[in-house]
């Protein structure tokens, strides 16, 4: 009773479907005792099939159909002329072991004659499922599998918070008065009152220590420190070719071997040009222990404060003490 149901359910939602294709053209509806009808099904009850005919309605069994072709309209007559058998195949009779009618699909009435075949077969069908739906609308929706795992144990576990950036450690330094002391690589030396600490000298300035110089840099002093094994020479050397790639017209003035600090050091005194502005510098390389300090002063040599000035940087180099904390 159920599938009947859904059956004439079905057939009452095609009729609207049906009645305007009836206008135009009507199905082939063919007997298993050989004979044809032409017509559009527009009823299905107790097992008939009600079909309307230019002659009126006719009620023809279920169980005597033996096929339906369905006659398509003008513009699809290539599709009827190929589905439509020829009189010379067609068997006068249907053979016993065909248990089931044949719908044969053309173009878009192949949807229609699948629900036809629905009833023919008494297959459950789907419920109010127009004909001129497309077959892939027809299709039931994916059924999403379920897994029994609970969602807490499915959700991807957070990611861990980044370690915090580890900020390199301060130096320990300090300003007494005129002096500068450092004591993370244990030296100080004067610093002139007019000089401020730049800060960020070791970011800015490879293997610097620091910097020091006037507000508006026309004076600087950078020391520098580097781990190595060779001798005071050889790295002061080194240095002083760097200073070469550094300025232009580079020329060197003095090099001399020296003590600063109680360590064997190498000094220069040199001029060159760099970002617009005539320099005056002096190198002192400071070998101790396996460690190369490196003390650059340089100032404006086109200022009239240059005597000034160099005289404060040779203070300072001079100053360089290694046994103070």
Request: proline share 7%; hydrophobic share 40%; with cysteine.
């Amino acid at each position: 009773m159920h599938t009947v149901r859904r059956s004439l359910t079905i057939l009452s939602a095609l009729l609207c479907a049906w009645t305007l294709a009836s206008v135009a053209y009507a199905d082939e509806i063919r007997l298993k005792d050989g004979k044809k009808l032409h017509g559009v099904i527009v009823a299905y009850e107790d097992n008939m099939f009600k079909v309307k005919t230019d002659f009126g309605y006719v009620l023809v069994e279920k169980d005597k159909i033996a096929s339906i072709i369905p006659d398509t309209p003008a513009d699809s007559g290539e599709a009827k002329t190929a589905t439509k058998p020829t009189a010379k195949t067609e068997p006068a009779t249907v053979s016993k072991k065909a248990a089931t009618p044949e719908i044969a699909p053309a173009g878009a009435d192949a949807n229609k004659q699948a629900k036809t075949a629905a009833i023919l077969n008494n297959a459950p069908a789907r419920p109010e499922m127009p004909l001129t739906t497309a077959k892939s609308d027809a299709s039931p929706p994916a059924i999403k599998s379920v897994n029994a795992t609970p969602k807490a144990t499915l959700a991807a576990p957070a990611a861990a918070p980044p370690p915090p950036k580890e900020e390199p450690p301060p130096v320990r330094e300090e300003i007494q008065g005129n002096l500068y002391i450092n004591h993370e690589f244990g030296f100080r030396m004067y610093k002139a009152p007019s000089w401020q600490i730049i800060e960020g000298a070791g970011q800015n300035l490879p293997n610097a220590i620091v910097a020091m110089g006037t507000n508006n840099e026309s004076t600087l002093l950078v020391v520098g420190h580097e781990k190595t094994k060779s001798a005071v020479e050889p790295a002061a050397q080194a240095v002083e070719s760097k200073l070469r790639e550094v300025y232009e017209n580079y020329r060197l003035i003095l090099q001399r071997k020296t003590v600063v600090g109680g360590s064997p050091a190498m000094e220069y005194h040199y001029r060159g040009m760099a970002d617009g502005h005539d320099w005056s510098g002096t190198l002192a390389v400071v070998a101790r222990d396996g460690d190369v300090f490196t003390v650059l002063g340089m100032t404006f040599a086109d200022s009239d404060l240059i005597q000034i000035q160099e005289n404060v940087i040779s203070r300072a180099i001079a100053s360089l003490d290694f046994n103070g904390k």
